[in-house]
C-alpha cells in the first residue's frame, strides 16, 4: 500500500525548510537602539558594501519633483516629500549594514522617509532648493542641495527642458560617511493645470566607512536612473508624484504651495 501523499511530501518539505533556515539572515541586535540604525557589522564584505552604496544611493538622492519650469524670480516653494523605496532587508548588503533594537524588530521590505524641503527662483532660469529629513529614533538623517537651470522655455509654447545638478550628505551616522552627487535632464509639457515630465539621470556615490569592526576600501558607484512625474497645480498649492527607476525604484509624492 502507498503512503498518505502529504507522508511521501514530508522529506521534501523539510529540506526545503532546511535551506530556508540555512539562507535566513541574523540580525544584528543592538539593544540600546529605538529603531533600526545604520551600524556596520564586522561580517560586511567588500561585495555587499559595493551593493549597498549603489542601492542607497537611489534611496537618498535628491528627486526632481518638479517640472522642468522654473518657478521664476522670487519665487518660493515649500512642502513635504514622502518617498517609499522597495528594499530587500534579507540581504546582506542591508541586514549586514543596520542594527536592530530586538531579535524581531525587522527593517522591513521598504523604507520609507518624510522629508522638509524649500525651492526659491534666483533668477528667470534658475531655481535652487535644500531638503532634510532625520529618523527621529534611528542615528541617521540626510540633507541635500540642488540646482537647476532651463535650458528652454517659452512663455507662448508649454515646453520646457532643464537640467539640474544636486549634492547629498548623509547624516548622524559613526560608522559611514555617505556623499552624493547627481546630475538630470528633465522635459515637461503643461496641459491645463497638469504638467507631466520625464527625465534621465546619474547619480555618484561615495561612501567611506570610518570605523575599526571592518577594514574595506572606500567605494565609489555610478548608478543611471530614468524619472517619470506629474504636477496639478490648483492656485498656489501643488502634488507631485514621480517613480524613479533604478538599481532600486522609489516612488514620490509631494504637496507643496508656491508665493
Known amino acids: 500500500m502507498n503512503p498518505p501523499k502529504f507522508v511521501r511530501s514530508a522529506p521534501a518539505f523539510v529540506v526545503l525548510c532546511f535551506i530556508a533556515i540555512s539562507h535566513a539572515q541574523e540580525l544584528h541586535v543592538n539593544h540600546d537602539l529605538k529603531s533600526c540604525s545604520i551600524e556596520l557589522d ?8 559595493h551593493k549597498f552604496t549603489r542601492e542607497a544611493a537611489q534611496v537618498f538622492t535628491f528627486k526632481l519633483m518638479s517640472p522642468a519650469e522654473p518657478l521664476g524670480a522670487k519665487k518660493f516653494q ?4 514622502y518617498s517609499i523605496t522597495k528594499i530587500n532587508d534579507a540581504d546582506p548588503a542591508w541586514n549586514n549594514t543596520f542594527s536592530h533594537p530586538h531579535e524581531t524588530h525587522y527593517l522591513g521590505d521598504q523604507l520609507a522617509f518624510p522629508k522638509l524641503f524649500a525651492r526659491m527662483g534666483m533668477s528667470d ?11 527621529p529614533e534611528a542615528n541617521y538623517g540626510f540633507m541635500g542641495g540642488e540646482m537647476k537651470y532651463a535650458l528652454f522655455m517659452q512663455p507662448e509654447k ?11 550628505t548623509l547624516l548622524g551616522v559613526e560608522d559611514l560617511n555617505f556623499h552624493l552627487l547627481g546630475a538630470d535632464l528633465s522635459a515637461s509639457k503643461k496641459i491645463g493645470r497638469l504638467t507631466p515630465y520625464c527625465g534621465i539621470g546619474a547619480n555618484l556615490a561615495r561612501a567611506i566607512e570610518t570605523t575599526s569592526k571592518v577594514n574595506l576600501h572606500n567605494e565609489t558607484v555610478l548608478t543611471p536612473r530614468g524619472i517619470i512625474g506629474g504636477q ?3 492656485s498656489f498649492f501643488t502634488v507631485t508624484a514621480e517613480m524613479d527607476v533604478a538599481a532600486v525604484s522609489t516612488l514620490s509624492l509631494r504637496t507643496g504651495f508656491r508665493f
Not at 564586522?42 to 558594501?49: D, I, K, N, W
Not at 532660469?125 to 529618523?135: A, P
Not at 520646457?160 to 544636486?166: E, G, K, L, W
Open 158 to 168: 508649454p515646453w520646457a527642458m532643464a537640467v539640474r545638478t544636486t549634492y547629498v
Open 78 to 81: 515649500v512642502g513635504i516629500d
Open 42 to 49: 564586522p561580517s560586511l564584505t567588500q561585495g555587499q558594501f
Open 232 to 234: 496639478l497645480s490648483l
Open 125 to 135: 532660469r534658475i531655481d535652487v532648493g535644500f531638503y532634510f529629513t532625520k529618523n
